[in-house]
């Protein structure tokens, strides 16, 4: 599993090399380092590529093509990238082990090229990371490794209820410990909570409000928490509000007034080999 490198995406949308190298100039960058960057990338492919034995049944998957890619239960799923990149995978697998590689070394992809031979025959050892599920009363289902945006794709009002509670906001953040570094983090400084941020592999996961205010029909009384064994459920009081999970807001469940969404802790973990 990979995605494209920013010179193939460059050379797809101004044709040439020439014509990258001009667009990079006009940005006070160089082609050089893009080039740099798409070897390195290539390097590692193929390094990954070599260690696979030869009897496995193997496959590429480009990013662009995870909603499409039926993953077996059987699989190992190895990710060459950086670590979003896991976070991007981790929603379409149930269970099966990851191995994150990155030249540059990450938090998720964590292991170099030259470790993949080791790796493949040792996949038992593993971090299972928590993961949010979000489940509409119609059967829709979304997961995320990182968190789950309910709001407006817009980030404009967003109108729900969370419990006996009417809110306007501009949304709802629902987080695990591997999320809590990014958004929810930001979101927890913002307003000096005093939630303890839950750990990669704890079964917590902790909420929070966006910019919520108050007005005659709505209130401000409920906007963050903890979830362990009940979910959070929000009733959907406006038409055009989704959810979406790892900010992929092109695989979102739509929700509509009425709608119930429920959002707690997945059964499924994120297998992440050591």
């Not at 260690?51 to 799923?77: K, T, Y």
């Not at 400084?189 to 005659?216: G, H, M, Y």
């Not at 362990?228 to 009081?237: M, N």
């Amino acid at each position: 599993m990979h995605r494209r490198t920013e010179l193939t995406e460059l050379l797809a949308r101004h044709g040439t090399r020439g014509q990258v190298e001009f667009f990079l100039k006009s940005r006070n960058r160089t082609l050089d380092e893009v080039v740099d960057r798409d070897q390195q990338a290539r390097q590692a492919l193929g390094e990954v590529s070599a260690a696979i034995p030869l009897d496995w049944r193997r496959g590429v998957v480009e990013r662009e093509d995870l909603s499409r890619f039926l993953f077996a239960p059987e699989d190992v799923v190895v990710i060459v990238g950086q670590d979003g990149l896991v976070a991007n995978v981790a929603k379409y697998l149930n269970g099966q082990p990851v191995i994150g590689i990155n030249p540059d070394r990450g938090v998720l992809a964590r292991h170099a090229p030259a470790d993949a031979a080791q790796l493949l025959h040792n996949t038992s050892d593993t971090e299972d990371r928590t993961m949010v599920e979000a489940t509409t009363d119609d059967g829709q289902t979304l997961h995320a490794l990182n968190e789950i945006y309910v709001g407006h794709p817009t980030h404009q009002t967003s109108r729900y209820r969370i419990g006996p509670e009417r809110q306007a906001s501009s949304g709802i953040l629902i987080g695990t410990g591997t999320g809590s570094t990014g958004w929810c983090s930001s979101a927890h400084r913002e307003r000096k909570s005093a939630i303890q941020l839950p750990t990669p592999t704890e079964p917590r996961l902790v909420w929070f409000v966006r910019e919520a205010w108050p007005s005659p029909t709505t209130s401000i009384d409920h906007t963050e928490g903890e979830i362990t064994r009940a979910p959070l459920d929000i009733d959907v009081e406006t038409d055009g509000l989704v959810a979406f999970g790892d900010g992929i807001e092109s695989d979102a469940l739509r929700l509509g007034w009425g709608q119930r969404l429920r959002v707690g802790l997945a059964t499924r973990r994120l297998r992440l080999v050591r």
